[in-house]
């Protein structure tokens, strides 16, 4: 999954559970014991779908660090290629773009 992809679900699940976290406090007044039980539920749910996402973006922020570590020992290890390889990069680009 790419990092816009996995951001943007991170994002919609705070949002889902911003809005859960909405509609209970907004029936919590309802004295029905079914309401109670579902809140209960729903509840436990939502801590559980937190958790996750602190687990996830956890996770998310190790990766990206790994992969910076990465490029960064890459470029230590090998300067001239790194040197080479961002030179070609800006030619292309530079071609690509001057065609327009």
């Given at each position: 999954m ?22 209970l ?42 992969v ?12 001239w ?20």
């Amino acid at each position: 999954m790419s990092e816009t992809n996995t951001r943007q679900l991170i994002d919609d699940l705070r949002a889902v559970v911003a809005d859960a976290e909405a509609l209970l406090s907004a029936t919590a007044h309802s004295a029905d014991e079914r309401a109670h039980s579902m809140r209960e539920k729903a509840t436990g749910t939502i801590e559980q779908a937190r958790a996750r996402l602190e687990s996830l973006e956890h996770a998310f922020g190790a990766q990206a660090k790994a992969v910076a570590d990465d490029a960064h020992r890459y470029v230590r290890d090998n300067p001239w290629q790194s040197l080479g390889i961002a030179a070609v990069a800006g030619l292309v680009i530079g071609v690509l773009l001057g065609r327009r």
